[in-house]
């Protein structure tokens, strides 16, 4: 590098020049090679790059620049911005914030701009501007432009899945192979009792005490050969609690590291459900042989035995005093068949109605117990449709025996009145109450077949049945719609 100033005298003449040289080819060498270096740089940038002069002259852009805007690099460099963006291929605002930041010195950070480019068509296009100074004097700008369209895309999809998610009742959440939670939806936190914040980024297999049906790692062998696994499992809430899942797991291999989808549907009342209704269908069995064998021994003991003195009273004679003795023991035996006989299905009940078979069941049952009943019926009480009324009767006949076999009661009503459009029936005592749910043997059914029978019967006409026990009683009520199923 060569200067040369005027060589003054003493007298400020001008006498000659003064010429100096000073070695700059390292620095120029370096400062060229920097330049190379920053040019590859950029060039080689998978973001497309756009460097302005401080007039908004287009200096330089790279490759993926060009790329993505399919326009040639040289049709582009030494242009000024404002003629570039006639071409609708600047979005709108866009040049205004470019200068603010070549006045200010101010930057632009990830500035989404949504436009419908040339070629290109509506896109999402991400902006990042930041001022140089290469040197003093001279300002540049640096926008670097990222097509976020697809990514925006797949993101919103994501949000879209993810919310999905939320809304399903089962639980769901993801976690590595390692047990590491990543998602847990709302499902998870009604399931379980743990808040999504609580949850992520602990083990699941310590977070909810996992028991599993096999080891943990064949489990995890199966999933990751065939992609799933399903089984049930069982989990403990956070109150203590443990529930019964079905749990269905997918991989996920194209995350680093692979994930696992894991949805679990509480089954634990469903199962409650099933080990009841096989207890109950053992219990019904039970009954059925019982009462088979209650028919049987009534049959044999007292029919049976009836017949057979008729029969020898037959063998022995006609006299006027056999014939009597004979039509007695017959009387006896057609009132025990016919009496056997209504318990099974009263024709009674088709011939006059629920109000003339509830009367003839209370007062045998009165005579038989020994206890007590009242029947008050509302007024203007008519005919209802069959299956309504016995469905009502059985519900009396399943009460009294109940009263009579567990409630050690002295006294009951049975009440039948209208409210609004529905019929009630109720059936009360004085006894001491049934036996508390949690009281009872492990092995026995909260209810009874013959309870459980009740409100199935009313249940499939629309009705409800509801029990009230305590130690001065229990009622039980059956509210019935008056509807054109259950009117006559």
Do not use: C
């Not at 030494?78 to 866009?94: C, S």
């Amino acid at each position: 590098m060569m200067r040369v100033r005027p060589y003054k005298t003493r007298d400020s003449k001008i006498d000659g020049a003064v010429i100096t040289f000073q070695d700059i080819d390292e620095l120029k060498r370096s400062v060229t090679e920097s330049r190379r270096y920053a040019d590859a740089l950029i060039q080689n940038a998978r973001e497309a790059i756009l460097i302005l002069d401080s007039n908004l002259r287009i200096s330089a852009v790279n490759r993926a620049f060009s790329k993505l805007f399919e326009i040639p690099g040289d049709q582009l460099e030494g242009r000024p911005l404002h003629e570039v963006a006639a071409a609708r291929w600047i979005p709108q605002g866009l040049r205004e914030r470019l200068q603010e930041v070549l006045r200010q010195g101010t930057r632009l950070d990830e500035v989404e701009f949504e436009h419908d480019f040339p070629k290109l068509g509506p896109r999402t296009m991400l902006f990042d501007v930041r001022r140089i100074e290469p040197s003093p004097g001279q300002l540049v700008i640096m926008v670097s432009v990222e097509d976020i369209t697809e990514y925006k895309r797949h993101f919103e999809a994501l949000q879209t899945h993810s919310a999905l998610l939320e809304l399903a009742n089962d639980g769901i959440f993801v976690r590595t192979l390692s047990g590491t939670i990543q998602f847990w939806n709302r499902g998870a936190e009604r399931i379980y009792g743990w808040r999504k914040n609580e949850a992520i980024g602990k083990n699941v297999t310590e977070l909810l005490k996992t028991v599993y049906p096999i080891p943990i790692s064949k489990i995890l062998k199966q999933v990751q050969k065939n992609g799933y696994w399903e089984g049930e499992l069982v989990h403990t809430r956070k109150d203590g609690q443990q529930r019964t899942v079905e749990s269905r797991w997918s991989i996920h291999r194209e995350g680093d590291p692979p994930t696992v989808l894991e949805l679990n549907t509480d089954v634990t009342d469903r199962k409650l459900y099933e080990g009841e209704l096989r207890r109950l269908s053992g219990q019904l069995m039970k009954v059925q042989d019982e009462e088979r064998r209650r028919i049987a021994r009534d049959l044999h003991d007292s029919t049976g035995q009836k017949l057979a003195a008729l029969k020898m009273s037959i063998a022995q004679g006609k006299n006027t005093g056999s014939r009597a003795e004979q039509m007695k023991l017959v009387d006896e035996v057609l009132q025990e068949i016919r009496t056997v006989a209504q318990l099974l299905h009263p024709p009674l009940l088709e011939e006059a109605g629920l109000l003339s078979a509830a009367k003839w069941l209370v007062e045998g049952f009165s005579s038989r117990s020994g206890i007590k009943v009242s029947l008050n019926v509302s007024d203007g009480f008519g005919r209802l449709s069959g299956n309504a009324e016995l469905a009502l009767f059985r519900v009396i006949q399943e009460a009294l025996n109940n009263i009579h076999h567990h409630s050690g009661a002295n006294t009951a009503t049975i009440e039948v009145e209208h409210r609004n459009s529905s019929l009630i029936l109720r059936v009360s005592d004085d006894g001491h109450g049934m036996q508390h749910p949690q009281a009872q043997d492990s092995s026995a059914p909260i209810l009874g077949v013959g309870l459980l029978g009740m409100r199935e019967r009313i249940s499939q006409l629309g009705g409800e049945l509801t029990i009230k026990s305590g130690e001065t009683g229990t009622t039980i009520e059956a509210e019935l719609p008056l509807n054109s199923d259950s009117k006559e």
